[in-house]
């Protein structure tokens, strides 16, 4: 059984920055595509952020190219999302997610973590 865990959230102002990180445990997910995901009230889920098993290949939504980054270190079984130059509209709930094929339905959710942005 996979369990994602996501930490790092919290209160920070317009502007400021945020690391969120999601620890795997239960199994290595380093053969799997990871993804951040993002939901504010009365919006749908999206897709914010994915990185390819090995590192090398990163998407991200439109809203946040040039501010967030995703990475992993899979030697530690975690994978990061880096917010830099945070605005209100990126106030969500963040979850972390995990699939094994590119391209399929993420199959393993966090909990996850609240990100409030104030003006």
């Known amino acids: 059984q996979v369990q994602l865990v996501e930490s790092g959230g919290g209160l920070v102002q317009a502007g400021g920055s945020l690391r969120l990180s999601c620890a795997a445990s239960g199994r290595t997910l380093s053969s799997h595509v990871m993804g951040w995901f993002r939901q504010a009230p009365g919006k749908e889920r999206e897709c914010v952020a994915q990185?390819?098993?090995?590192?090398?290949?990163?998407r991200y939504v439109d809203s946040v190219k040039g501010r967030f980054t995703i990475s992993r270190d899979n030697a530690k079984n975690t994978v990061y999302l880096q917010m830099n130059s945070l605005k209100p509209e990126d106030t969500a709930v963040y979850y972390c997610?995990?699939?094994?094929?590119?391209?399929?339905?993420?199959?393993?959710w966090g909990q996850g973590t609240q990100v409030t942005v104030s003006s």
């Open positions: 997610a995990a699939t094994p094929t590119p391209g399929r339905e993420f199959r393993h």
């Open positions: 990185v390819s098993w090995s590192g090398g290949i990163t």
